[in-house]
């Protein structure tokens, strides 16, 4: 690859993660060149370091052996679909993954959120709403700790649960799961308030850092696969139960 910003230079310059502090480090995995070439250039400008790739072996190889903060993923590859790159990083790495849809493709959203997909946007799209949901990935997905006199971040414990804030795991009677972020804040915003009723509007707002519409189901797509991959409570009672036309609660287990 040459030299102006693709994956083999920048991953001359980065050197290992010890670059991370500086500049979060992006990698778009998209066939349409010259819009690579257009995004690196608005992105870097707001002070992403950005590499690129333009197929879906190259970009699951780059998303899994690779260190960035985030990958912005085309569904449209020209060797294999956005969704089966998806579940071949989701398989090895917890890196964020925001995918890039067809506009009206509501199956391709849906979709890529079910598979694991932290958030996406749909083409053609304006940069600056790229940007802002890049940098919304990011702040939820702890790339940078607001934690500023060197203390670790509690863990929080909830019946089986234990949510670690300074690392941003979750394990469940001592075993891992793998939330994305969304998920995690989506936890963490339940730990926050157990049986209180929490609006979408509100969940939308905090968990995804945007304004909510009542057309966008992303957030209900986030619910269902947390409640999933959480289970019910030891007891067998749910964990998250819906409200009908106002929002989630999280509840607390009938046996403490």
């Known amino acids: 690859m040459d030299d102006r910003g693709t994956l083999s230079a920048n991953a001359r310059e980065v050197g290992g993660r010890a670059t991370q502090h500086l500049k979060p480090h992006l990698l778009i995995v998209d066939d349409d060149r010259e819009l690579c070439e257009i995004l690196k250039r608005y992105l870097e400008a707001e002070d992403f370091r950005v590499s690129y790739v333009h197929t879906g072996e190259a970009g699951a190889k780059a998303g899994i052996e690779g260190s960035f903060e985030l990958i912005v993923l085309d569904v449209m590859l020209p060797d294999k679909k956005g969704f089966n790159v998806l579940k071949d990083i989701r398989q090895r790495a917890r890196t964020p993954v925001l995918m890039l849809t067809a506009k009206g493709e509501e ?3 849906i979709l890529g959120l079910e598979l694991g997909a932290d958030d996406y946007v749909a083409k053609p ?3 600056r709403e790229l940007a802002a949901r890049i940098s919304a990935i990011l702040r939820r997905s702890g790339w940078q700790s607001d934690n500023k006199n ?3 971040p ?3 414990e909830f019946g089986d649960l234990e949510l670690d804030l300074g690392a941003r795991t979750v394990s469940k009677v001592g075993g891992p799961l793998n939330l994305t972020s969304a998920e995690f804040e989506l936890l963490h915003m339940f730990f926050e308030f157990p049986g209180q009723v929490l609006t979408r509007d509100k969940l939308v707002e905090r968990v995804l850092d945007r304004k909510f519409s009542p057309f ?3 957030i209900d797509f986030h619910i ?5 991959k959480l289970g019910p409570h ?3 009672g749910e964990r998250i139960r819906s409200v009908r036309a106002i929002g989630y609660l999280y509840a607390w287990p009938r046996k403490q």
């Open 216 to 218: 966008d189901r992303s």
């Open 107 to 109: 199956f391709d959203r």
């Open 154 to 156: 509690p863990k929080i």
């Open 125 to 127: 799209f304006n940069p």
């Open 234 to 236: 030891p007891d067998g």
């Open 224 to 228: 269902t696969n947390l409640r999933r």
């Open 150 to 152: 060197g203390l670790r």
